[in-house]
């Protein structure tokens, strides 16, 4: 009887560590101290980026500068993101990180949105953002959000449909912090109305309960320009 029990917990243990590591294995840590990448001289990717030799890596490879500088938000969002992601640091190439400053215009939101790759953690340093994520489907499309001010962090988990909105009457600053080097963004409106070509307008008539006039006019909106 006792073996048997003790032969229960053993596998236990073995499916929770195996379990475990399949929860970690899609950032996989590197296999050295860097692998800064190389800029690309043809179409073959390894991890991403092929690394530079390590004997010709100076400090620049791991360095970014101009984060300071507010960014013109004179656009139909009123905001502008500045990545600073591994195509900007060459040497951030496998480490799984990177980082992007946020500049709001009065009333300027960062549109509903996700980034395939990453979980973001984001600070405000000037002025009051709206934030919020939503959870999936299975968990009932719940809303989290928070006013945030100077100082507050707030974390949208990886996948997940998030926003960030200015809601004072002066210009907003925030960084944001990603876990990885190359996050990726999906816009929803761009991606779903703006797709190219199109996805075809019973479709998103149907799946969003619109007219196709209003679709058609949206592919308008978020669509490639016609010329
Ligand atoms: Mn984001």
Known sequence: MMEVLLRLLVTQVILLALA???VSCYDPNPLQDFCVAASETNRVFVNGKFCK???SVTANDFSYSGLNIARNTTNFLGSNVT????NK???LNTLGVSLARLDFAQGGQNPPHIHPRATEILVVTKGKLLVGFVSSNQDNNRLF???LKRGDVFVFPIGLI???MNVRRTRAVAFAGFGSQNP???RIADAVFGSNPSI???VLAKAFQLDVKLVRFLHIVFGPPLW
């Open 20 to 22: 475990t590591s399949f």
């Open 200 to 202: 075809p307008q019973e």
């Open 89 to 91: 640091i060459p040497g």
């Open 145 to 147: 959000y928070k006013v």
């Open 53 to 55: 030799d390590p004997k």
């Open 162 to 164: 998030h926003f960030q």
């Open 83 to 86: 990545t600073v992601d591994v």
């Open 184 to 186: 990726g963004t999906i």
